[in-house]
């Protein structure tokens, strides 16, 4: 079974709207992180936001945000104010449990596109 | 801080050659990884350690070998070259610390890649 899916393989948005990327993912861990990574044309990954599965709180990073709903096992990540800068490809990963052993799992992911 | 670099940014092969390709961070991160990145199939893991002396395999480990003598360096083999294997390679690291509950203490940080081009 997949334990991360990205229902969204490519997303169009005009630039300075807000933007919702889907992920959900699986595991019968109580203890795991979910991130999102950004890949830029460049092809480098960079870490955006984290969410732990004890967090309270939804995760911000400036214009990032998780929207973190653990009975429905989704992570979305919420752009606010979306700009030019922002089209990549968007990874959503999850670690399961906290132990040194544990490996963390990659979706599919979702090319984003901002129109001027 | 370099962060984690790998070596070389590009290689071509033919089949049945064999290759290492190199990476080193300089963060003392215990994890460190090696992902291939396939279009359209996101990054599937090959390999993992989680400290020098232990590797273990991830999603796609047939025709790849790891070790980790040391905490910096996770170099990856390729033992007999095959077409199958053209891809990007990324190495990754992360400090593991199962006592934060949040944070960027779990961050994982790339390489730049690798891109493989087997003939």
């Known amino acids: 079974a997949q334990k991360i899916t990205q229902t969204q393989p490519g997303m169009f948005v005009q630039e300075k709207e807000a933007v919702t990327l889907d992920c959900t993912y699986d595991?019968?861990?109580?203890?795991?992180?979910l991130f999102w990574y950004k890949q830029p044309s460049s092809g480098e990954m960079i870490f955006l936001i984290y969410?732990?599965?004890?967090?309270?709180q939804n995760a911000t990073e400036g214009r990032y945000s998780l929207n973190f709903q653990k009975a429905r096992k989704s992570a979305n990540l919420v752009i606010s104010a979306s700009q030019l800068g922002d089209s990549a490809m968007y990874f959503c990963?999850?670690?399961?449990?906290?132990?040194?052993?544990?490996?963390?799992?990659f979706g599919s992911g979702t090319r984003l596109s901002i129109r001027p | 801080n370099a962060g984690v670099t790998q070596t070389p940014k590009f290689q071509v092969l033919k089949t049945g050659q064999s290759m290492t390709l190199q990476c080193a961070q300089d963060?003392?991160?215990?994890?460190m990884s090696w992902y291939r990145q396939d279009p359209g199939m996101g990054l599937r893991l090959i390999h993992y350690?989680?400290?020098?002396?232990?590797?273990d395999q991830g999603e796609v480990p047939n025709g790849y070998n790891v070790s980790r003598s040391t905490t910096e360096d996770f170099p990856l083999r390729l033992l007999s070259a095959a077409p199958s294997q053209t891809s990007v390679y990324f190495c990754?690291?992360?400090?593991?610390?199962?006592?934060?509950?949040?944070?960027?203490?779990?961050?994982?940080?790339f390489g730049p890649g690798t891109r493989l081009l087997v003939l």
């Open positions: 963060m003392n991160h215990e994890y």
């Open positions: 350690s989680v400290g020098a002396g232990i590797t």
């Open positions: 990963a999850m670690r399961e449990g906290y132990s040194s052993a544990s490996k963390i799992i």
């Open positions: 990754a690291s992360s400090r593991t610390d199962p006592r934060l509950t949040g944070g960027r203490g779990e961050t994982q940080y």
């Open positions: 969410q732990g599965s004890y967090d309270e």
């Open positions: 595991t019968s861990d109580q203890s795991y992180g």
